[in-house]
């Protein structure tokens, strides 16, 4: 066996056809491999399902008939076939984490096996970061993903698809083609960029739109100090470590999947023309303005214009194989979305080798990937244009330069944008070609000691396009000619990487060392050019290259960072009762000034598995173990400069009489030369137990972080007369508290199988201290205290409407002082909480935060004989939201379209919550009220599925081994008090979390997936 | 043996890279200057210098907002914007005090400026170079800081002054209108020393010391502090100043060509030549945004109009030839002017509002149909006839009343209106009527100018709910207007809220 090269016993395959399936696959194979193969004598085929003790399938089982090397593995259901020479021979099955099994065929050809855990391993292999460690030995908080619930979601990215199955990780984003989701690992611990450190087969990297989330084996999350501080410098958000699969033990597998979906977009309710009109008409009225000359004939939806049916398309196909010696996977994937949006889409191809090779102490192997990715930008916002436009505005209009309609100043006062005329006139698109890669050796020195060299390289060329075409999509817009602009930009990653790891056991002690030392290197380089009144091509729109034109300009910027790392864990087991696990790294990083360069951070953990101590033995607890761990990591996650104060050269004068343009030169933004690692020091205390035969499964968590020295861009004060953004400081200190409990429940006993997994979450987090001394920081409707959490919303309180004169006149202050002397009935009534009889700034009060108390996953799982069940659940609980569209549909002062069913406040229809309509004074629809704030609390079904696999002798006649079918559905329930498109939402603004900025709602997905393999 | 090779060939990487040297970690900024590498030579001096007057060309000051709070606030201007807050915050209706349009954008691109001036002022003096040079570009960012403080002091008045480099975590003091208008005579008092009388070629453009002088007078008109304004003034009206001003023809003050003539004391310098957004950016604007914005509807943004009572101001007087006032057809567009001098509208005959005007100065109808951002015609800040007009109200207000006629003269001379002793032989050297006559020359000579504004609170006309009641016959915006608390802005919430040294303006 030994001698026996993988490469040649990969075609090696049992069955009469050689390659059952489509000819296409056929074809590629035969490209692909370029192979021919020896065909096997078969006698009779065996089939059967491996399980866990759980009842849950195990795929992947080896399956090895006795003293041959016939091999098969079994597929995602567990299920397997193999063809023996005669019915007396013994079947071997051996799994990672499973005790191997030996079963006599005696006669049958059916097996069902449920495989022990082994001894060694309650569960399965962690992936800690240089290593990998048995999940029931970890002493930190790991969170580990099954990469089939990933893939399950329809989703872009790796990130948006990991909501609600783990505790303690936050997602918020997607929507839009190809936009990349937000993810917060046990809240917010900074103030500068929340996403968690991603490695990749090793690579220090992100796992953004272009990386296909089909290739992934494994998700590991690593939560606690004592978890993450192996990555040292960089892992204060926390770590996502991604495995890519690898090719099994056996001969050439070969898997599709194929994914198709359409997706809707949530809608507002919106007034049509007569419902607008007259409404818009009590606006002016009551302001006595004269009423505009609305066009009545016109009726539009203007989301119908701009929303559309979106659809994507995912299909994925795997070839893959090995032998003990070595293991090869290829993979290729297309996704294709065309966006819920009228002219925004993306497309990604991708494609994988990964490969093993293991002779002697000598092992080497490589992961690589190349994807192209391109998206269809969206122009302007269609989420608050069609809310800004009025449905008297004619969605095209031939006497507007570009031939679309917008507002008008006598009849339709608006600056609403017309989705339709920028999707046309604006053309964005980027496209990125991104390879990443890594090649490593390993060196078995000794039995117990092995080095293992690790270089990676990562490079993506990206390319940016620009083209604004001849015309208009606003009322009053500046005149500009059609522009082109694009650029185009290199980024490379370089990795070396030596560790060394030391196994030992000595009796009831076993120790595991690793040492390392890594350097890496980030390089960015751009270069951008941008032209004006570009050559018009006779045969429709521009020649849009920067050869055409005129006012050419030209930029470009490069950056670096240079980081060196060394790093050691070492841990210690006695009797499988008592864990120990230390760690250390220092790290070294260009991104700060000379004296200020390195950091250290260490942290320690321990586990006692108490239920394996002889006075705590009970029936029904099959394991408890505690664990507790301290530790301190960093964070350096600014840009590659910035304690370097900077010179801006560009801002020139003219002078004298030819306007001769002369040069000036001067410091813009300030920057704080002192920037030094920020720093978060967090302990975590947790169990993990299992009861009653290992079917129900608790694991609780809570744990104490603070962050000190935050780097942030803290606001300045304006008379600083900084500008170009903030500079970065080490500001503030965070404490971020939180509960995390994961609870699971599975039941396999009957055909009727099912499984229930629950997760908790709940975090505070508290301002512990200010940048630059300060107590509090004002932003937008938000403050943020020390002692409070961050941005929590201040604003002025309303009290109802007055409804007649008498209540305005009566409503005063103690010294008698009438407060709101202009207000008319129907104006909204404000409190005046300072009690000083007028209503200002200083009546603004804490209302609310915008902080969930807790957050909620559910996963449910349910599978009789052919047909499974799922569906995950999401839920968020406690927020205070502030609904900007709503505060942009619900005023009268502007000019928008209303919410149908608006009921405004008038002497004949005083029961109302909405203040009187009139037009163009800013009293009662000022932005700064609590008018705005709403409930952010929602529960939502994310995923819902219904699978079927198909017979296995029909699967069989058609020549594969497995076939499945499934119809889900994502985000089809939602239930909410909050009245925007999804409350669900995202930002990027730190201290205004809660502010729905008109944000890119979750789509409704419903999709159609077909998977087969043989 | 192949063991062997390999042991060493990992041995070798391991030792190749384990060796990383520490001065990765020293990687520099590869695409500019930084401050240590800066104010080292004369050019960096230059440099910083016209980095200063590069704030001319930013949306806070005169390349956009401050129009609207000079003419828009004042009498002369209102806003019909459909934006309403921006209207709102030209008729003192002021909600949100962080509004960036009406009030931030202003305030912070003063302090960019205050920060150019004050790194010129702390760098430039230990730079060795020329001593000359040295002390006319040290005049130059005093002048410019005296400017914006001038300035900040007409809007906010109680606007922390700022005359250090910051550091990012710096708290100025709350800080009094007399402590700024202090700070203004002692940048203009020492820029006035520092700069010379007249530039010349490519320098043509920078602040004079006429200009420095001019920008004492108004500083200290507005404190009443007549004599030295009088003082202040001598050096352009009777001092050796006055051979390099005159009047010229008055529309060359509002045009392309002919900028920086004799009339000129301080001239904004713009430029179409780039045409991009404004800001610190490579190739950004350098022209003037008034026009797009204060251009009639359907022609520019039209945020910003002339109040028509204007034109009967013009029309009340009649000049020495019996013809209506010319200077009214370089002013305003407004209804008659195609009957009254066969003057068009950017080409088009009158289709507003009849009761209607906008503002002409600055604007390019008279070489183009329609406006963009990027308007080239320099804004004459202060000119000579300004400068006669205010050495005429110094002397009134010193009771040299007599005096004060011939500087007026000479002012309506240009325009063919005859002396005012012949034209109002009432006023006499009674020193009320002769300065409220002075407000009605001003107006006819200075509309749209952007002194308006300081002229209403010089002149104590909105001090009392009286004299706002008489403005308001003329502007109803007045009748928002809270006497004490209208009369200057508020503060950045945000910026009193952050700085707890602060304390925001009365009333808000």
Partial sequence: MSKTLPFQRRFWRPGKRLFPGGKTVLTLLILWLGISAAVHAQNQRVTGTVADAKGEAVPGVTVKIKNTNRVTTTDGSGRFSIDVPDLQVTLVFSSIGYAEQEQALGGRTSITLTLQSDEQALEEVVVVGYGTQLKKDLTGAVSVVRAQDVKKRQSTTVSESLQGLASGIKVRGGGQPGSEAQIQIRGLKNLSGTNPLYVIDGLVTNAGRDFNPADIESIQILKDASAAAIYGSRAANGVIIITTRKGKEGPLQVEFSGKSSIQTIPRYDLAGTEEFSRINFMAYDNAGANRQNLDLTVNTDWQDVAFRTGNVQDHNITFSGGSNTGNYLVSAGYFGNKGAVISTGFDRLSFRVNTQGKKGIFTIGQNLAITNAKADEMSGNPIIDVIRMLPTIPVYNAANPGGYGYGDEQRARTFGTNPLAIADLEDRSLENLRLRGNIFGELQILKSLKYRLNLGYETSRDHYKYLKKDGFWTLNQAFDPAIANENRAESATKLIENTLTFTENFGKHSINVIAGQSYQQDSYAQIWGTKRNLLPNPSGGYYDVLDQGNEGLTGGFRNRTDIISYFGRAEYNYADKYLINGVFRRDGVSRFGPEYKFGNFPSVSAAWRISNEEFFKVKWLNDLKLRASYGTLGSSNIGPYDYIPLINTFSTIVLGPGQNVQPGATQVKLANSDLRWEELVQQNYGFDAAFLDSKLTVSAEYFIAKTKDVLLEYPLLISTGNDGGNPRVNGVTLGNRGFEVTAGYANNDNPLKYNVTANFTTLRNKVLDLGYNKNKTYVGNTVTEVGQPIGMWYVLQTDGLFQNQAEVDNYRNAQGTVIQPGAKPGDIRFRDNNGDGQITNSDKVVVGSPWPKYELGLNFGLSYKNFEFSMDWFGSFGSTVFNGPRSVIERFDDNSNYPAGIQPWTPQNPNTTTPRAYYASTLNSRGDTDRWLENGSFARMKYVAISYNLPADFVKRAGFSRAQISVSGQNLITITKYTGLDPEFSNGSIFEKGYDFGAFPNLRTVSVGLQFGF | ?508
């Fill in chain 2, 1 to 508: 043996m192949k063991k062997t090779f390999l042991i060493i060939f990992f041995a070798g990487l391991l030792v190749s890279t384990a060796g990383c040297k520490k001065d990765l970690l020293d990687q520099s900024n590869p695409n500019t200057l930084t401050t240590d590498q800066f104010w080292r030579t004369e050019a960096d001096a230059q440099k910083g210098v016209n980095a200063i007057y590069h704030m001319f060309y930013q949306n806070g000051g005169f390349n956009r907002w401050i129009y609207f709070r000079l003419d828009l606030t004042s009498d002369e201007g209102f806003s019909k914007s459909p934006w309403v807050e921006l209207a709102d915050w030209t008729r003192f209706q002021y909600v949100n005090y962080n509004f960036w349009e009406g009030n931030v954008n202003t305030y912070r691109d003063f302090y960019k400026a205050i920060f150019r001036c004050n790194q010129v002022l702390e760098n430039v003096p230990n730079i060795q170079f020329d001593q000359t040079r040295k002390t006319q570009l040290i005049a130059q960012a005093k002048f410019l800081r005296g400017f914006y403080y001038y300035y900040a002091a007409v809007l906010w008045e109680n606007f922390p002054i700022v005359t250090t480099t910051q550091r990012p975590e710096d708290m100025p003091k709350q800080s009094t209108l007399a402590e700024v208008w202090a700070l203004v005579e002692k940048d203009l008092t020492e820029a006035s020393s520092g700069l010379p009388e007249q530039w010349t070629g490519n320098d043509l453009g920078r602040a004079t010391k006429g200009a420095a002088q001019a920008m004492l007078g108004r500083a200290l008109m507005q404190q009443k502090k007549w004599a030295q304004a009088k003082t202040a003034l001598d050096y352009l009206v009777t001092g050796t100043g006055r051979n390099f001003y005159d009047l010229v023809n008055y529309q060359d003050n509002f045009r392309a060509e002919n900028e920086n003539n004799k009339e000129s004391v301080f001239e904004i310098q713009f430029s179409d030549v780039n045409k991009n957004a404004e800001g610190d950016n490579p190739n950004s604007n350098m022209g003037s945004n008034r026009s797009q914005f204060f251009a009639p509807r359907s022609i520019g943004w039209s945020d910003g109009q002339a109040r028509n009572w204007i034109v009967a101001e013009f029309k009340k007087e009649k000049t020495t030839d019996g013809q209506i006032d010319p200077r009214l057809q370089h002013t305003l567009f407004y209804p008659g002017s195609e009957t009254d001098f066969g003057v068009k509208t950017y080409g088009r005959s009158w289709q507003w509002d009849a009761d209607e005007a906008w503002f002409k100065k600055y604007s390019r109808d008279y070489m183009r149909s329609n406006e963009d951002y990027f308007n080239q015609i320099n804004n004459r800040v202060i000119r000579y006839a300004d400068v006669l007009l205010m050495y005429a109200e110094v002397q009134n207000e010193l009771g040299q009343t007599a005096d004060a006629y011939t500087y007026v003269n000479r002012v309506r001379a240009r325009a063919k209106m005859a002396p005012l002793a012949t034209a109002y032989p009432a006023i006499g050297n009674d020193q009320a009527l002769f300065r409220e006559r002075l407000k009605t020359e001003r107006l006819l000579e200075l509309c749209g100018e952007s002194v308006r504004w300081a002229d209403l609170k010089r002149w104590g006309d909105l001090d009392t709910q009286a004299g706002v009641n008489r403005v308001a016959e003329r502007d109803p915006d007045f009748r928002n207007f809270v006497v004490g608390k209208s009369i200057r802005l508020p503060l950045p919430q945000i910026e009193v809220e952050n700085n707890t040294n602060l304390r925001q303006n009365p009333g808000y």
